[in-house]
């Protein structure tokens, strides 16, 4: 698919203010005003977001996205927002606070199209190149090692169906002391770089690597791993498989805020995937419809789009295993026909293959699954989030030693994925069918504290607590899943996590049944 220069910059005007997300600009009467980044950021997502209430938590994945944000630090950004743009709580003139639920931009707002600029990006498919490793001090019989480590992460990547990688020749070429990105860039065409450095430790050898956004230079994600000489081969497979991990969650996220900050209404279909992707993880109503809207987009850009059919399947699949839909059958159909079109343009794709096994979860057919969850990490071995749906599959069927490995596995992978409270609830609902309820109700707790969880993960903590003989705390997480889901009842937890174990299911049931579910 060819990437798009967009034929217009976006910019809005409100009152005597206008802000300008390409030069990062916000002024007044035409002169510049003063924001902090974090500030700048938050009023652009109000104001791109003004039709509706933007929730806390919304915010602050916008203006932090990945990290722990408190109330008072949000509750400081949005003063200060005020602050620059003359308004102030007690007005609200611009900014309007919904008491415990968010904040809406309300002030009237023009938006200003004006020709792009030729500094504009085209967006399209991410592409990277990996650099040769840099060796810190001497040789010490390193030089193999420094090509042989990027040649296997190159050899990785091409795996992917995602991310253009490009070929060994041509990124071996740079072996600057210290690379010149934008020239990496241009020569290459290339937005990311994977740089490293190889170096002898006491007893061994470390690597440290940096992913690089060329566009700025900005590191957006680094990690060291050191082994001792014996374990060379083990290193080598596992800086791979964390490198993979992370840019399947760091250069998403990366392609999301590009895509925003452009502020143009002509993203392509690469573009609309990943805004999609930001949403499809929060497993709400609204930021699932508006998923929706960017997959669909994307399938209508590109007809043969695979991972755009894969994100309608995952947003059908939200719709019947949460239940925000009435009509459970059609999105549980409509889950596998979309899987099944992906299927037919790149059968391939592990995240394709991925929704094509979670969408027979939806009909009580584990087995089937589990063959479409193997492809997944067969196709991409370093694909956590296979490996986590394989463990959740395995935990239906009862078998936990199978079921905890493939959790493991995705951990290890993923630390920080989006689904990790879903990791934990697998993990937690394994104990409480081998009958060790106290560590059940420990990863049942991990797993709803965990930032993305859902009502249904809330319950599985309800269900662990009570059986660990912990009331206080079961009748706290009922009180925060029903404040999520207040229709919700034990029944929508056993059509959710139809485990083969029906006298476990029927524990599980009485439990809830007993908080008021």
């Avoid at 850009?301 to 239940?323: C, E, M, V, Y």
Wanted: glycine residues 6%.
């Amino acid at each position: 698919m060819p990437n798009l220069v967009y034929p217009f910059a976006m910019a809005w005007t409100f009152g005597t203010y206008r802000i300008d997300p390409e030069r990062h600009e916000l002024t007044r009467d035409g002169l510049p005003v003063r924001a902090e980044p974090q500030v700048f950021a938050a009023i652009l997502h109000l104001i791109r977001h003004r039709d509706r209430m933007v929730s806390k938590d919304e915010l602050a994945e916008a203006v932090w996205p990945g990290a722990a944000v408190s109330d008072a630090s949000i509750a400081s950004r949005i003063k200060a927002a005020r602050a620059a743009l003359g308004d102030d709580g007690g007005q609200q003139r611009m900014i309007r606070t919904l008491h415990g639920l968010g904040f809406r931009f309300v002030a009237s707002v023009t938006e200003d199209r004006s020709p792009a600029r030729s500094t504009l990006q085209p967006l399209g498919r991410p592409s990277i190149a990996v650099l040769p490793l840099r060796i810190l001090g001497g040789d010490d019989g390193l030089g193999i090692l420094a090509e042989a480590i990027p040649h296997e992460i190159i050899m990785a990547l091409s795996r992917l169906r995602w991310m253009a990688v490009t070929a060994r020749g041509s990124s071996f070429r740079f072996r600057q002391e210290v690379p010149d990105f934008d020239l990496v860039a241009s020569s290459l065409d290339v937005r990311y770089v994977l740089t490293g450095v190889l170096e002898a430790v006491s007893g061994g050898v470390a690597v440290t690597v940096e992913l690089t956004y060329c566009q700025n230079a900005v590191v957006i994600w680094a990690d060291r791993i050191a082994r001792p000489v014996d374990a060379l081969a083990e290193m080598r497979a596992e800086i791979t498989a964390r490198i993979i991990a992370a840019l399947d969650l760091h250069v998403p996220e990366n392609e999301a805020r590009r895509a925003e900050v452009t502020g143009s209404a002509a993203f392509d279909a690469w573009s609309n995937f990943h805004l999609g992707l930001r949403h499809l993880y929060r497993f709400t109503a609204i930021d699932n419809a508006i998923a929706r809207r960017h997959f669909e987009r994307a399938a209508e850009l590109d007809p043969g789009f695979a991972r755009a059919q894969a994100g309608l399947s995952f947003t059908n699949f939200i719709d019947a295993f949460l239940r925000i839909t009435p009509d459970i059958r059609a999105a549980a159909l409509a889950a596998r026909r979309h899987a099944e079109r992906g299927l037919d343009q790149d059968p391939l794709d592990p995240f394709v293959n991925f929704t094509m096994g979670r969408a027979h979860w939806l009909t009580d057919d584990a087995e089937t699954a589990r063959h479409w969850l193997s492809r997944a990490t067969e196709i991409n071995p370093n694909y956590a989030q296979g490996f986590y749906a394989s463990g959740f599959t395995a935990m239906l069927l009862g078998e936990v030693s199978a079921s905890e490995q493939a959790v493991q596995s995705a951990l290890e992978l993923s630390p920080i994925d989006p689904l990790l409270y879903g990791m934990y609830g697998v993990r937690a609902q394994n104990f409480i069918q081998t009958g060790d309820f106290a560590t059940a109700a420990h990863w049942a707790v991990k797993a709803a504290s965990a930032p993305g969880a859902h009502h249904l993960i809330a319950m599985i903590a309800v269900a662990a607590l009570d059986l660990a003989e912990e009331a206080v705390q079961a009748r706290r997480w009922a009180e925060a899943a029903r404040l999520k889901r207040p229709d919700a009842v034990a029944r929508d937890f056993s059509q959710a996590f139809p485990i083969r174990n029906l006298a476990m299911r029927q524990r599980v049931e009485a439990s809830l049944t007993r908080y008021g579910f």
